[in-house]
């Protein structure tokens, strides 16, 4: 080990003190920003106070790299087309324990950190529970100091930025880089060649076939790494994004012949790569976007991966001794492909030693119980795009045939749904068969989606690879999404139980006790009031929704789709709505209630966008309607985000998680919202399950079709068995079908309304609406007639809720699938500078 010396000096930029803090704002404002009392910006004084924390975290990072440098240490790879990182400033300060030192030297300076840390836009490097869920991940490995990287794409744009115009969905564009980002760093050494396209040569030499991928398309990817600081201040681990850069950015030629746009076309091309997250892939030149995407990334990543190895060892066979890829969800699934292009055509590996280099290095976790969630690549667009990986590819599949046959001798059909090409026309490359195939371990996501994948969506595999399928039960970071979204709660738990809770989530049962702790209790529903008027603050300046902040607020806030089923909430409203306005005891006894809906629609998905119109034109119904809007009270709030996440989820007390049964993996909002103290109502989908058992039925409310119970109405459901069953849903779908909230547009649902009144209702709302409104209004009778009790179950769900701390997945994933530790990190001190500085960023 490297020795080492403890660093006390004030004035360095390692102090933690107000006062150097100051000093180092003061020195960024003046000679990094080249600011005065003349023309210094609150960008300006951001940039300054991220810059001072920024270089604090830089010498940790610098300690972190020699450390796991000097210890020989394997590291995970955690490979996500999103990171949903939210802003990095509160955050950063927050894990260093510095929000008092930065307040105070802020104070000092007349200005305030909440005033600084609004100027930061949230980073637009994902979209929902998959991007937040990779962002979660990195938070626990660096607290658990897990050696570890993030790869990614550094999009310029992120997915958009949501505006709502007459109730639709805008799409514009988030430029999220425009004023710059002070928590990246360029790495112009770090540039790798990202090919396309071309020809595929077979040169027999040496004893063996040798191939060559030439006359291709060049692109070069070039790194911005991010640091990612656990709590506690000692791990720094990289969060390293690619950037997509044009091989010649600029012809000379082109320009003085006149030609001004061919001159820069070539940097024009290269950049759509890295430009927007999930382009629309309704379009064919989409889905060659999407593709080049996740090909660019993997082969950027890999080829880094490879180059820091390389430092540690000669020896190639030894990679998976020193290198865990987790493959996150299907879109990183071409890594299969490329590995074993870099063995075998770069490294002369033979296939046997490449395969299993490849598999015992790779992981794959599933996301999805949707079959056409499960990307598929046609076999012709992949053989113009990256021929050579289609060739692998379809190596894979004859040896893995010839294998899985032995399985199914005498049944076709069960073969034909292992094979990674699926026969149809075009043929297609099933991308999650070959992340199966090309992993020792596959994993689900919550106990009843591995269970469903094992039993209903892979069963095949399942008979084939008994041992490679477990369960990982998603988490999310009680930093984010205790400490620093809800200080005051994180401030009245700690002074309750200690601190310990921070960093092992499972000290949160023993706040079981205070639960019928009066003062306790007190002091917590004071706490979610203050939340709720902070909230109805927020809103009405970011985007002018005035809501009663004395209400009920019942939210849900998710990726706009039809399984997670916003429809079912909406239908609900509207038989509120119905009793309200026809019935006075009804009217008089209703506690007064704010449904808060956020969300994003992809571009191209019709039915979800017509979705959020429906909610909106509900929305102007109802609170213009004099006669109940002091009562009830619909809001969609627009380009929902992880910064507005933190100041709704905290003040919320009904969280609605509705899937279909069956169809959520797990979600991760249901423990965010548990965690802050919101009852669940839901069904028995994805992680409800488990949040059910942790917190006991009777601190829930649970209802609906089980995934048995749906599976079992497939076939024969008709949605109007349930409607003309019931008088009141009945009555509400004529409102609803009469146009009563079209407003003056006769035909805007009629797509939307088709698919569900006559086409079916796939996602099966009517068989569920009738036992999710009582089991809605038997929530809100009870937060009406004994706010105690339901207060009560608000404090047994936080306590309840340690299982779902992404410190516990990550170390069951350490354990159980990448066979990695910790690597503890000294705080504060320099390291020998003989580990040379070239290795600095390995």
């Not at 009217?587 to 979705?611: E, H, I, M, Q, R």
Request: proline share 4%; aromatic share 10%.
């Amino acid at each position: 080990m490297a020795t080492k010396k403890t660093i006390n000096n004030e004035n360095t930029r390692i102090s933690h003190s107000a006062n150097a803090i100051k000093h180092d704002f003061a020195e960024h404002l003046k000679y990094t920003q080249d600011a005065d009392v003349f023309h210094a910006s609150m960008q300006g004084r951001y940039d300054a106070l991220a810059y001072s924390i920024r270089d604090r975290i830089i010498h940790q990072w610098d300690i972190s790299r020699k450390t796991h440098q000097a210890e020989n240490v394997k590291r995970v790879y955690y490979l996500s087309l999103e990171f949903l990182m939210g802003r990095a400033m509160t955050n950063n300060i927050t894990n260093m324990g510095l929000t008092d030192e930065v307040a105070k030297a802020l104070k000092e300076l007349g200005y305030t950190y909440e005033e600084l840390a609004e100027v930061e836009p949230d980073a637009g490097l994902g979209n929902g529970g998959l991007g937040r869920l990779a962002a979660c991940f990195l938070d626990s490995m660096a607290t658990l100091e897990i050696p570890s990287f993030g790869y990614g794409i550094r999009y310029n744009y992120g997915i958009f930025r949501q505006q709502i115009k007459d109730g639709f969905q805008l799409e514009q564009p988030d430029n999220w880089l425009r004023d710059g980002n002070p928590w990246e760093i360029a790495r112009p050494d770090l540039r790798f060649t990202v090919n396309f396209g071309g020809r595929v040569e077979v040169i027999h030499e040496n004893g063996r076939d040798n191939y060559k991928w030439v006359d291709t398309d060049k692109v070069i990817g070039m790194a911005y790494d991010t640091p990612i600081i656990g709590y506690g201040g000692k791990t720094v681990n990289t969060l390293r994004l690619w950037s997509a850069k044009a091989l010649e950015e600029f012809s000379f030629a082109e320009f003085n012949g006149g030609d001004y746009t061919k001159a820069v076309r070539q940097k024009v091309t290269a950049e759509n790569i890295s430009q927007v997250l999930y382009p629309n892939d309704t379009q064919y030149m989409g889905k060659v976007l999407r593709l080049k995407q996740q090909y660019f990334f993997v082969a950027c990543s890999l080829a880094d991966i490879i180059r820091r190895f390389k430092l540690q060892s000669n020896n190639l066979r030894e990679l998976p001794d020193f290198a865990a890829l987790q493959l996150h969800d299907t879109h990183p699934s071409m890594a299969r492909a490329e590995l074993r292009r870099i063995l075998i055509d770069q490294e002369n590996l033979d296939w046997d030693q490449a395969w299993e280099i490849t598999t015992h290095c790779m992981g794959y976790t599933n996301h999805t119980l949707m079959p056409e969630a499960l990307e598929k690549w046609t076999v012709p667009m992949l053989q113009e795009i990256l021929p050579r990986h289609m060739q692998i590819i379809f190596e894979i599949n004859a040896r893995f045939m010839r294998y899985a046959m032995t399985y199914f001798p005498m049944d076709p059909k069960a073969a034909a749904k292992v094979s990674i090409i699926e026969e149809s026309s075009p043929k297609n490359v099933r991308m999650a068969n070959l992340a199966i195939i090309g992993s020792h371990a596959v994993n689900g996501v919550a106990q009843l989606h591995t269970d469903l994948l094992k039993n209903q969506m892979f069963p095949e595999f399942n008979k084939i690879y008994p041992e490679k399928f477990q369960n990982k039960t998603n988490g999310i970071t009680p930093r984010r999404w205790l400490l620093s979204a809800n200080p005051k709660l994180a401030s009245l738990i700690s002074d309750a139980i200690g601190t310990d809770w921070i960093t092992n989530a499972d000290k949160l049962a023993n706040l079981k006790p205070f639960a019928d702790d009066a003062a306790f209790a007190e002091k917590f529903a004071k706490i979610k009031a203050e939340n709720k008027k902070k909230t109805a603050e927020f809103l009405k300046k970011d985007c002018g929704i005035i809501l009663n902040p004395n209400s009920v607020f019942d939210v849900q806030v998710k990726r706009i789709h039809e399984y997670k089923r916003q429809l079912l909430n909406a239908f609900d409203i509207v038989l509120i709505y119905q009793r309200l306005k026809n019935d006075k005891a009804f009217y008089d006894a209703f506690p007064p209630t704010t449904f808060l809906f956020g969300g994003k629609s992809a571009p191209g998905y019709v039915n979800a966008k017509l979705s959020i119109k429906f909610i909106n034109n509900m929305a102007a119904m109802i609170n213009a309607d004099k006669s109940v809007n002091k009562k009830l009270q619909v809001f969609f709030m627009p380009n929902y985000r992880v910064s507005m996440a933190e100041v709704v989820i905290p003040a919320t007390n009904l969280s609605e998680q509705i899937s279909t049964a069956g169809l959520e993996a797990s979600g991760t909002g249901n423990m965010k919202f548990m965690l802050n103290g919101a009852l669940t109502i839901g069904t028995l989908d994805g992680a409800n399950v488990e949040i059910a058992q942790e917190a006991g039925d009777e601190n829930v409310f649970i209802f609906g079709h089980t995934e048995d119970q749906i599976s079992a109405l497939k076939g024969h459901y008709n949605p109007y068995d349930f409607i003309n069953a019931d008088e009141e849903i009945r009555s509400a779908v004529e409102l609803i079908k009469s146009g009563y909230f079209n407003i003056d547009e006769p035909d805007v649902f009629r797509q939307l309304f088709g698919d569900i009144f006559d086409r079916g209702d796939r996602f099966f709302i009517f068989a569920d609406l009738r036992m999710y409104a009582d089991r809605h209004q038997e929530a809100l009778d009870l937060y009406r007639d004994d706010f105690a009790t339901f207060n009560r179950k608000a404090i047994i769900n936080v306590a309840s809720s340690g299982k779902f701390s992404s410190d516990r997945t990550i170390r069951e994933y350490a354990s159980q699938i990448w066979n990695v530790g910790s690597c503890p990190v000294p705080l504060n001190v320099e390291v020998d500078t003989s580990i040379q500085d070239a290795m600095r960023r390995k």
